[in-house]
T-cell receptor
Framework: DTEVTQTPKHLVMGMTNKKSLKCEQH?????MYWYKQKAKKPPELMFV???????INESVPSRFSPECPNSSLLNLHLHALQPEDSALYLC???????????FGQGTRLTVV | GQSLEQPSEVTAVEGAIVQINCTYQ??????LSWYQQHDGGAPTFLSY????GLEETGRFSSFLSRSDSYGYLLLQELQMKDSASYFC???????????FGKGTTLSVSS
């Protein structure tokens, strides 16, 4: 199983809503990542989890709150988002020491 | 910090060969990776170079020159399905997460 599964695939939320994005992998990878990607732009790193601990936060606004409940799961909690936060949110995982990162298909988020 | 430069667009016809260049600046080098992303899809790993030279994987090859902070992805026998965005990437802080270049959109026509 070389899959990273993200749910939901699409999400529309209002600026006052609270929602969560979910990412799951069963490859035993101990590094997991959240990226944000706008149209025609590269993926932009948001958070890095290493052995279930947050190791990097790329100065992401607090309205994005990551969580790693166990080694297979990564969540991104969303609250009071702005329309400019509309983007594709990608989750990725990697084994420490490996070169290849595996990406999920992403959640396409629209904030209205 | 890290910065990577690559051309924004490349066009070619089926059967042709294209080269996508990437120059990088990074504090601490942990290798250069290449990823492909089709519209609406996930980035997928293509190739990785840690040492100077050429790595070949089927129709795709990747080259690295660490002294020049330069690499390229070579795509041979182009097919329509190769139309996609191609990103070079290095690993950021202490070799953790990937930091991507701006991406090159490849359009292959018949």
């Amino acid at each position: 199983d070389t899959e990273v599964t993200q749910t939901p695939k699409h999400l529309v939320m209002g600026m006052t809503n609270k929602k969560s994005l979910k990412c799951e992998q069963h490859m035993g990878h101990r590094a997991m990542y959240w990226y944000k990607q706008k149209a025609k732009k590269p993926p932009e790193l948001m958070f890095v989890y290493s052995y279930e601990k947050l190791s990097i936060n790329e100065s992401v606004p607090s309205r994005f709150s990551p969580e790693c409940p166990n080694s297979s799961l990564l969540n991104l909690h969303l609250h009071a988002l702005q329309p400019e936060d509309s983007a594709l949110y990608l989750c990725a995982s990697r084994n420490h020491g490996d070169t290849e990162a595996f990406f999920g298909q992403g959640t396409r988020l629209t904030v209205v | 910090g890290q910065s990577l430069e690559q051309p924004s667009e490349v066009t070619a016809v089926e059967g042709a060969i294209v080269q996508i260049n990437c120059t990088y600046q990074t504090s601490g080098f942990y290798g250069l990776s290449w990823y492909q992303q089709h519209d609406g899809g996930a980035p997928t790993f293509l190739s990785y170079n840690a040492l100077d030279g050429l790595e070949e994987t089927g129709r795709f090859s990747s080259f690295l020159s660490r002294s020049d902070s330069y690499g390229y992805l070579l795509l041979q026998e182009l097919q329509m399905k190769d139309s996609a965005s191609y990103f070079c990437a290095v690993r950021g802080q202490a070799g953790t997460a990937l930091i991507f270049g701006k991406g090159t959109t490849l359009s292959v026509s018949s």
